[in-house]
């Protein structure tokens, strides 16, 4: 039988009894100091501390005493049924090569975690918020664009009689139950966006610029392609904490709040990204298609939009050069794929 040093304490005062102690044959643990040997019948019953590098270990005993002991190759060979995972990770802390690699492979996994696990779970949660959820955001954010230094239209009443005609016959078939609305609004440049719940926000500006109704028509299916997908909410859930997400999942209203607060900013100064951008010009391509219109419109939509702003700086949210474009990257990769869907 192998035999540790070590020390007894009483799990009272901080007096310490030199002790040797070991497990024999049969299981038992002996204990042996000044006063005589002590046995326990099933050593089992002895919780052994986890094996750190070549730190001190701990053997706590059932009726609350401790041995503490530097012999630890010793106290693994006595436990050996306990010790195969605190091996391991000596062997781990003490072999540099198998450090590093784990080292290595942990920052690995945590990046493909922030990569693909993070957005996996966003858009898990965007797609499990209902719709009434969904409207809400939309008519938060509705109310809050006058801080963001949006104001009433000026557009000719017919004007916006003319386009709201044509908005209505485009949603009048589409699938998703939404309560989709035209709005008009006055602002610093031309944008158009899309807000949760089924509205859909041009400025002034946007609808100067264009020569026909396609144009107009082009950049709608674009923007209906964003709340089909859900891009809004996804793009705001990914960018939120965990926490958050997890909340939102499991149905907490409270938490679902502080996203519903963040989709103002989110919609007016964030950019999509490009996975996002390709699905909705996608989708604007083929319902263009569907009714019988070109998507040439939407290449001639942002060539419109990419003369209007040319040589003005879209990095300053207080210029007017503050742009559709500006938050939609990629103008000439996606004119080519307008072009191309011809």
């Known amino acids: 039988m192998n035999w540790a040093q070590g020390y007894l304490y009483d799990g009272v005062s901080s007096a310490q009894l030199p002790v040797r102690f070991g ?3 049969p299981g038992r643990l002996l204990i042996e100091h000044a006063e005589g040997v002590e046995i326990i019948a099933d050593a089992r019953s002895a919780r052994v501390g986890s094996r ?3 730190t001190r270990r701990t053997i706590w005993l059932v009726d609350g005493r401790q041995i503490q002991s530097d012999d630890n190759d010793a106290i693994d060979a006595m436990f050996a049924s306990r010790a195969g995972f605190e091996a391991l990770v ?3 802390e003490n072999n540099w090569r198998i450090a590093l690699t784990s080292v290595a492979a942990s920052l690995i996994a945590a990046v493909m ?7 996996w779970a966003a858009d898990q949660a965007a797609y499990a918020v209902p719709m009434s959820w969904e409207q809400e955001a939309g008519h938060q954010t509705l109310m809050s664009l006058a801080g963001l230094g ?6 000719p009443a017919q004007r916006q009689d003319e386009l709201q005609a044509l908005f209505q016959r485009f949603v009048a078939d589409l699938p998703e139950a939404r309560d989709y609305r035209l709005e008009f609004r006055d602002w610093i440049g031309p944008n158009a966006f899309a807000l949760p719940g089924g509205t859909v926000v041009f400025t002034d500006q946007i609808i100067e610029l264009f020569d026909n109704d396609d144009q107009f028509l ?3 299916a674009h923007e209906v392609g964003h709340l089909e997908h859900r891009h809004v909410l996804r793009t705001v859930m990914r960018g939120a904490s965990v926490a958050v997400l997890t909340a939102v999942m499991f149905g907490d209203v409270g938490s679902a709040s502080s996203v519903i607060i963040a989709v103002p900013t989110t919609l007016v100064y964030s950019a999509y990204s490009r996975e996002f951008e390709r699905d909705a010009d996608a989708y604007a391509f083929a319902e263009l298609k569907r009714r019988g219109k070109s998507p040439r419109a939407f290449a001639e939509a942002l060539r419109k939009l990419d003369a209007a702003t040319e040589g003005t700086d879209t990095e ?5 050069g503050w742009s559709y474009l500006s938050s939609h ?14």
């Open 23 to 25: 497990v024999d044959a």
């Open 52 to 54: 750190v590098a070549n």
């Open 90 to 92: 000596h062997l781990l």
């Open 113 to 119: 975690l922030i990569w693909y696990g993070v957005p």
């Open 150 to 155: 949006f104001s009433e239209s000026a557009l």
């Open 218 to 220: 082009a950049v709608l």
């Open 316 to 320: 300053d949210v207080d210029s007017s």
């Open 329 to 342: 990257p990629d103008t000439a990769e996606r004119i080519r794929a307008a072009e191309r869907a011809l």
